[in-house]
């Protein structure tokens, strides 16, 4: 009696102590083996940017010529003023634009730059007296006698960020406040036409807001662009359909380098570039032209255009080795069988440049060679092609692709055009505000995303890697952001280009997959299997256990009753 007292003694202990183990070491160790890393992310700071507040900040430098001032005007001028202004772009993005204006008058050299001939001598002169920080916008003001600029034209935007306006004080001797309050107009209007305007920043924030808030030339002007990206690569290709009838001649390094890479040495701040060309043989066009017998011509209608890059497309390949955006240009030289050859427009009229481009992807002109030769020419005929002319309507379409807009300018504006280099200062200037405003919103959008992911699916492992490029994309946010309200505009787009890469890196990284782990009822169902038939004499134990001490308890009540 007393052994099997001992042994059920024994048993009691050994099934609470088995039942112990498995409840305080063993579940803990399953639940620790079992978890998902994750490792820390800055969560609050990205909350944070799902409310966007940008403020840029544009350093505006007013310098009045002699004899737009008296003397006692010259006097009062205040060295500096701030004006503001704020938007709410929707209820999750903020702006605000500050114009930190200052005033001076002109110095005995600038005067001397300001004697020119013409404005394109003294905004040259200019420039060499000093060089004005990214971003800045320097107004020269000139009395109304003046004749620098020509009839007609009020405001001369030169090639760096130099504007020069004419003004005609009040009579009567206005105070400072409103000769300051009458010119102010104007130069809003110069800061918006070489820096940004209200609508510009909303195209560039378009993939946080609403279309309906984006005006129409603005949203053109964005989807006609390429994304902003690291690199770009570039590809000229010459479609030589006949070969036997034409043995075409082109000196496309040269005229890259005369033409393109000025541009592209402009541009080295937005992305990198890398140029390929190739000769393709029997390439055609995907669509067949119309024989206009008024004109004896060949034409390509507009509504045909956009039939006829996916087949040249196939032929081309990809000379890309990287994941960057492919910029096409494709010169095309008709067959003598569909020779000459041109694009005609919706309203039936012959486009000057026979050429077209398709947005996010490239352009196409068609070059005419049948007045080279005459019929009684040997084939193959050898045609030597006139580069300039091609260069310059390539040239026109890589600046619209690369996002430098067509400035729709006020009336009295005049814009002296790029020249050899592709690109005005202020134009360059241009681009560098809607790049930075375009990659902040895109990266702050890519992480925020990336965070409600992870919070959704909490399976997902987040590793150290994954943890460091976020820390990344917020801090170089956060600096961006902080750039653009300084005004320091080179740096905001450096911040902004490190951000969106940073946050596209931990956005597309394989780990993240949520096909590679399991979900937590799958996690179960495995291991439900493993651990059932082991608990199941466990439970029992204990069950048996608890009913034995009840039993007890009933039987030491009664003796007391």
Request: glycine share 4%.
């Amino acid at each position: 009696m007393f052994s099997m007292e001992m042994e059920k003694h024994r048993g009691r202990n050994a099934s609470l102590a088995i039942a112990a183990i498995v409840v305080l070491v063993g579940i803990p160790l399953w639940w620790r083996t079992t978890e998902t890393y994750r490792a820390w992310l800055p969560m609050s700071q990205i909350r944070e940017l799902d409310s966007l507040h940008l403020h840029l900040t544009v350093e505006v430098e007013v310098v009045f010529a002699q004899g737009t001032l008296t003397p006692d005007q010259q006097k009062k001028l205040p060295l500096s003023q701030v004006r503001e202004q704020e938007h709410h772009a929707d209820a999750e993005t903020d702006l605000k634009y500050r114009y930190e204006t200052k005033y001076r008058t002109a110095t005995i050299m600038e005067e001397d730059a300001l004697n020119q001939p013409n404005a394109a001598e003294a905004d040259k002169s200019l420039h060499i007296l000093s060089e004005s920080p990214c971003g800045s916008v320097v107004v020269y003001v000139l009395p109304k006698s003046s004749t620098l600029l020509p009839e007609g034209v009020g405001v001369y935007v030169g090639l760096k960020r130099t504007a020069l306006v004419k003004f005609e004080p009040r009579k009567g001797g206005a105070a400072l406040k409103e000769v300051l309050s009458a010119i102010d107009p104007e130069v809003e209007q110069v800061v918006q036409t070489m820096s940004f305007s209200h609508q510009d920043i909303i195209a560039a924030l378009s993939n946080r807001i609403r279309l309906s808030k984006v005006s129409r030339e603005s949203l053109v002007d964005s989807m006609r662009a390429f994304k902003s990206s690291p690199g770009y690569e570039i590809t000229f290709s010459l479609l030589n359909p006949s070969p036997q009838s034409h043995k075409l001649q082109w000196d496309i390094e040269g005229a890259v380098q005369q033409y393109i890479q000025p541009l592209l040495d402009k541009m080295a701040v937005v992305a990198n570039f890398s140029v390929d060309s190739q000769i393709l043989y029997y390439a055609v066009l995907g669509v067949n032209p119309r024989f206009d017998k008024t004109a004896s011509v060949y034409t390509l209608s507009a509504d045909s255009l956009a039939h006829v890059i996916n087949p040249v497309e196939a032929r081309l390949g990809s000379n890309a080795a990287s994941s960057n955006p492919v910029l096409n240009f494709l010169l095309y030289v008709p067959d003598p069988h569909h020779s000459p050859l041109f694009i005609r427009d919706h309203r039936k009229q012959e486009v000057s440049s026979n050429a077209f481009h398709s947005p996010r992807w490239g352009g196409i002109m068609v070059y005419n060679v049948n007045d080279m030769y005459s019929k009684d020419s040997a084939f193959p005929v050898d045609l030597h092609i006139d580069m300039s002319k091609v260069m310059g309507v390539f040239l026109a379409q890589l600046r619209l692709l690369l996002g430098v807009q067509q400035v729709r300018p006020p009336k009295g504006f005049e814009l002296q055009g790029p020249g050899s280099a592709g690109v005005t200062d202020w134009e360059l200037d241009r681009l560098l505000w809607s790049r930075s405003v375009e990659n902040v919103a895109t990266a702050s959008a890519t992480i925020t995303s990336l965070s409600q992911l992870l919070d959704e699916i909490g399976n997902i492992v987040i590793n150290d890697n994954i943890a460091q490029q976020v820390l990344n994309a917020v801090t170089s946010l956060q600096a961006a952001i902080a750039e653009l309200e300084a005004g320091n505009l080179a740096f905001a787009l450096q911040y902004s280009r490190e951000a969106i890469l940073s946050s596209e890196c931990a956005f597309f990284d394989p780990s993240l997959l949520h096909l590679l782990y399991f979900p937590d009822d799958q996690k179960f169902a495995i291991y439900i299997p493993l651990f059932l038939p082991m608990c199941v004499p466990i439970l029992l134990s204990l069950l048996k256990i608890v009913s034995e001490m009840r039993q007890r308890r009933a039987e030491k009540s009664a003796k007391k009753d």
